[in-house]
């Protein structure tokens, strides 16, 4: 069985993205190890395709792997998976797609194409209390954020922050159009610090976030609170000025973080160690991503059958409600349809080398309300 990744594997988020693969192959190592339905049935080939950091490469990668690879499936871990989007719900609309909607494609809001999204679907008109329960809980009064210059990002932002109004904070200072993995912040600095931000959400990588919060700290400016929306995981453990610059940082993750030691954490931990030459056992975003859609890949197979068509895997995967990543989410996931009733998150805090979870945000999760 050819399972195609299309990842990213050169380029400015190469870093970031690279270990996908690896952690598909662990998934499917763990799965033939504890015996899966279809494991003595299927071997699974896993055959990579790089977007070069860019949407043209996204769409060229995927044009690969579809007609020259003839994959049965296609895992997606990739920013620029919106270049691909088009095509794929088109001229490739009989290949399953599962994968993390995190790049803001259109596409994945339709229930009626190829797209499964392993996480939830980012939704301009979702917004949520769980962000801004949170800063309050932290102190909050006034909430800063920054963005990157692409929709993905500057609508989470968005969301954040009117989180944040709806449970009674003002916003301060905002910057929605950083050029992507920029560490020219002396502007940023200065912004929160002149409009009283107490809090900031950060919706940017990790390397930009902290250049923010260094650049905070040296100017003797306290924050009640920082979020990452993205930078858990053994990435940044694994390098010591992220650590010291990360300090105190709060970061959020989808699924049960490792610390908590769950069923669903520690055969993901422990398989990262086996398979994937993990040290930590700790998932970086990427490797979360790859798991998660290897791992509702195999549940795509279980329910339609393990010798199943590409045909029948869509139209039985679409019906189904049952999955949630062997307990690594909180809820199972409905892929009859992409709107949320209401959205957990899990939140840690970078204390020392290690991760803590946040006690009350274990996760927390918040009801839809109204944006203003």
């Keep these: 069985m050819k399972v195609g990744v299309l990842t990213t594997l050169s380029g400015a988020t190469s870093a970031t993205f690279a270990a996908a693969p690896d952690a598909v192959r662990a998934r499917f190592e763990a799965y033939r190890a ?3 339905r279809c494991a003595k049935k299927l071997d699974f080939k896993v055959v990579t395709a790089d977007d070069t950091s860019s949407p043209q490469g996204a769409l060229a990668a995927a044009q690969k792997l579809v007609g020259q690879d003839q994959v049965q499936t296609v895992l997606t871990i990739t920013p620029f998976f919106y ?3 088009p095509w794929l719900t088109t001229q490739g609309r009989s290949v399953p797609v599962v994968g993390g909607a995190f790049d803001g494609a259109k596409e994945w809001k339709d229930t009626k194409n190829n797209l499964f999204p392993d996480g939830p679907v980012p939704d301009p008109d979702g917004v949520y209390t769980t962000s801004g329960a949170y800063l309050a809980e932290q102190g909050g009064t006034v909430a800063a954020g920054i963005a990157y ?3 993905a990002s500057q609508q989470g932002l968005k969301n954040a922050l009117a989180s944040a109004r709806a449970a009674g904070l003002r916003t301060g200072y905002v910057n929605n159009s950083v050029p992507f993995g920029s560490t020219d ?3 940023l600095v200065l912004g929160v610090i002149h409009s009283h931000a107490d809090v900031l959400q950060l919706s940017i990588n990790p390397d930009t976030s902290f250049a923010v919060l260094s650049g905070l700290r040296q100017a003797g400016y306290h924050l009640k609170a920082a979020v990452l929306a993205t930078g858990y995981g053994k ?9 010291q610059a990360g300090q105190s940082a709060s970061f959020t993750t989808l699924i049960t973080p490792n610390e908590m030691k769950s069923k669903a954490t520690e055969q993901l931990s422990q398989a990262l160690r086996k398979y994937a030459g993990s040290k930590t056992g700790i998932p970086s975003f990427a490797e979360q991503q790859g798991w998660l859609a290897a791992d509702l890949y195999l ?5 339609a059958g393990c010798s199943t068509s590409q045909e029948k895997f869509i139209s039985d995967l679409r019906k189904d409600t049952g999955w949630n990543a062997e307990g690594l989410y909180p809820e199972p996931v409905d892929f009859t349809t992409v709107k949320a009733k209401k959205q957990c998150l899990y939140y840690v805090k970078l204390t020392g080398k290690a991760f803590v979870p946040v006690p009350g945000a274990t996760p927390l999760c918040g ?3 109204d944006a203003k």
């Design 367 to 369: 009801e839809a309300v």
């Design 235 to 243: 990435d940044l453990l694994e390098s010591a000025p992220a650590v």
């Design 185 to 187: 912040v002396g502007a």
């Design 149 to 151: 210059n692409n929709a």
């Design 299 to 303: 549940h795509g197979l279980e329910v």
């Design 83 to 85: 270049g691909a989007s």
């Design 34 to 36: 504890e015996g899966g």
